[in-house]
């Protein structure tokens, strides 16, 4: 802990962070947030879902762990559901015969 809890230093925390104060833990959690999607978000959208996700952490995570963590696995399992592969490339033929071929090719050398 390096810095002390300044007036100076709150009103430049709340600058930075659309009027709210949050930790240093939580400013990291908030900018991995932004830099997620390919940069995609904005402080104020990570912001928002970083608040959220501690809401509901503190709501169900703390009260009940077993329920939370039984939350967490739903969710991902709803992603991998949404994310799921399409499919890869489709062949149009099989290479067992270009195999073939270039083993009854081959000549044994003694």
């Known amino acids: 802990?390096?810095?002390?809890?300044?007036?100076?230093?709150?009103?430049?925390?709340?600058?930075?962070?659309?009027?709210?104060?949050?930790?240093?833990l939580c400013s990291e959690a908030v900018k991995e947030e932004m830099e997620k999607k390919n940069g995609g978000k904005k402080l104020e959208e990570a912001l928002?879902?970083?608040?959220?996700?501690?809401?509901?952490f503190n709501r169900l995570g703390r009260a009940y762990p077993v329920l939370y963590q039984a939350e967490a696995m739903r969710e991902i399992l709803k992603k991998s559901r949404d994310t799921q592969k399409k499919g890869g490339i489709a062949r149009s033929s099989s290479c067992i015969p270009a195999i073939t071929k270039d083993i009854n090719t081959l000549k044994i050398v003694d």
Do not use: D
Request: hydrophobic share 25%; proline share 0%; with cysteine.
């Open 1 to 24: 802990m390096s810095e002390e809890c300044t007036l100076e230093y709150v009103k430049r925390v709340k600058e930075k962070y659309s009027g709210k104060l949050i930790c240093g």
């Open 48 to 56: 928002n879902e970083h608040m959220n996700a501690c809401s509901k």
